[in-house]
């Protein structure tokens, strides 16, 4: 398994920055872009600095198959549904969190990464964000621009 950033960016090949239209969301780390089999993935993600919440995370380690258009018989999506296969996953509530760590451990006996000319297998990361919608996000915005609600006072008679 290999991080996909090239090193041309000046950024590193094992730092990828998340975000939801252009606002800061988390930093995923993984401790070095490559793994084989048998060894640990260790995957950090940072929430400090996020410009919008997180409220949990779903993360799974994964393969799936490409097939050539050309050769297949299914859609792409189709054929990644089918030959889609997990090996570890975690869920967890992220609200007030600073840092998740997800380490989950590639088989020794699994298959390896590998490609052809008409097949391929990839091994993945799958992280799910669980953010507000843009709707709740416009709503805070304008609650915050607005600036802090005034006391309501009421009369009461008696």
């Given at each position: 398994m290999r991080s996909n950033l090239a090193s041309e960016s000046g950024q590193s090949n094992n730092r990828f920055e998340i975000a939801r239209n252009g606002q800061r969301v988390a930093v995923v780390m993984l401790a070095r872009p490559a793994y084989r089999l048998g060894e640990s993935v260790t995957m950090a993600i940072d929430f400090t600095g996020a410009e919008t919440p997180c409220y949990a995370i779903h993360a799974a380690l994964e393969t799936s198959e490409r097939i050539d258009p050309s050769l297949?018989?299914?859609?792409?999506?189709?054929?990644?549904r089918v030959t889609r296969k997990t090996f570890g996953s975690a869920s967890e509530a992220t609200l007030f969190?600073?840092?998740?760590?997800?380490?989950?451990?590639?088989?020794?006996n699994a298959t390896p990464e590998f490609v052809t000319s008409g097949l391929s297998l990839e091994w993945k990361i799958r992280i799910e964000f669980v953010v507000p919608s843009s709707s709740v996000e416009d709503a805070e915005g304008d609650r915050r621009a607005q600036g802090p609600p005034s006391p309501i006072r009421g009369n009461r008679q008696r």
């Open positions: 297949a018989i299914r859609s792409e999506a189709s054929v990644h969190a600073r840092r998740i760590v997800f380490n989950p451990t590639i088989p020794i």
